[in-house]
């Protein structure tokens, strides 16, 4: 970034591209390391202040997590019409269903998801005012879960696919 913005912004693309290229030799690492390097830009582009800066905090989340989502439709996608597809899906577009179509079940969802996330205190808080035997016996639960995990007969993690 010593040398000026454009070639700053060429080094964040060219390191995004690498890292997809370091994920996978398939066209849609490279399409989502791309994908990622394009919203590094963006985000240097926009300054010290984020392009939706000004809207509420939950649309701000709402926006990133659906840059996130796209991102990870590129990643998880065998081939690039895989992945437009499955974009097109989750728009709503040719799969024969209604964009947008809310059922109980999502509001539901999207509440319960809204409590967790706004509502409940984090683990770290959780530990910071917790009495210190309630603090390890959170630290032996979670240990003991990490444990539960490593000795399950089947634990599928996206790295080991590759």
Known sequence: NRKGPIRTY??????????????GAAWTFIAWGAYQGFWLIVERLSGKKSLYGNAPRAVQILITFVIVIFGWVLFRAETLPDALSFSAALLGIGTGVT???IEPLHLFAGLAAVIVVWGVPTTQEVLVRAAPTVSIALQLAFLLALGQVHYAD??????FQF
Do not use: D, I, Q
Not at 154 to 159: E, S
């Open 154 to 159: 089947h634990v599928p993690f996206l790295y």
């Open 99 to 101: 964009p947008l179509v």
């Open 10 to 23: 060429v080094n964040l693309a060219v390191t995004m591209l690498l890292g997809g290229l370091w994920h």
